[in-house]
């Protein structure tokens, strides 16, 4: 049973440029979550997704980032015309239901370097 | 505004020794609490997690112990080891799924 996938696991790109990361669920799971990792700061919640429907999007910034989770298919994270600020882990994690105790599964990660 | 305090930032440990890691809340709506182990160029993982009307949950050298009326919860990894070598996030959970992190404690167990 893989576990949650990223991809990729680093990517470069220059300012202006769009940058896509996505994220494949563990098989079953059907909520999905994108973080933000700063270096030397925790996880920042950015949004919660279920398939074909955004649940929370209350950490994403509100211009040039959107997220997606279709049908069929990964949760795609997608930021046009990159800046430098933008440059961070971005991690995706799943959980199979809505529920207060569900474990949050992680992926390993997207690295984004923006030059 | 941090949702979740954590401290220290970095905590150098020498092994066999125990290792303390705090975190404090101030919304009483989190209803669970876990603790995620990170390593470099990894994704967190789940180490163990409590709910609000337990004081304390041990899982072999890993025990959280949790102070309701403070709003307060703490992790204790007892005999460090070298492997514990990594990066402790806690975090709290409100009712919908919406999960707060800390900002994260880099822990470095010495030989």
């Known amino acids: 049973n893989a576990g949650v996938m990223q991809n990729p696991r680093h990517l470069v790109r220059r300012r202006g440029q769009e940058a896509r990361l996505r994220c494949s669920p563990m098989k079953g799971h059907s909520h999905v979550y994108w973080y933000r990792q700063l270096p030397e700061e925790g996880l920042k919640f950015m949004v919660y997704?279920?398939?074909?429907?955004?649940?929370?999007e209350s950490g994403m910034p509100k211009e040039r980032f959107s997220a997606e989770f279709p049908k069929e298919g990964p949760s795609i994270l997608r930021i046009q015309q990159v800046v430098r600020g933008d440059s961070a882990a971005y991690f995706c994690?799943?959980?199979?239901?809505?529920?207060?105790?569900?474990?949050?599964?992680f992926g390993p990660g997207t690295r984004l370097t923006v030059l | 505004q941090q949702q979740v305090k954590q401290s220290p930032q970095s905590l150098i440990v020498q092994k066999g020794g125990i290792s303390i890691i705090n975190c404090a809340y101030e919304?009483?709506?989190?209803?669970?609490f876990p603790w995620y182990q990170q390593f470099p160029g990894k994704g967190p993982a789940l180490l163990i997690a409590i709910r609000p009307d337990v004081s304390e949950k041990k899982e072999g050298r890993f025990t959280i112990s949790f102070n309701k009326s403070a709003k307060q919860f703490s992790l204790h990894i007892m005999d460090s080891q070298p492997g514990d070598s990594a990066t402790y996030f806690c975090?709290?959970?409100?009712?919908?799924?919406?999960?707060?992190f800390g900002t994260g404690t880099s822990l470095t167990v010495i030989p």
């Open positions: 997704l279920q398939k074909e429907n955004i649940i929370d």
């Open positions: 919304n009483t709506a989190f209803d669970y």
């Open positions: 975090a709290a959970i409100q009712p919908g799924n919406q999960f707060y």
């Open positions: 994690a799943s959980s199979p239901q809505l529920a207060s105790y569900n474990e949050q599964f």
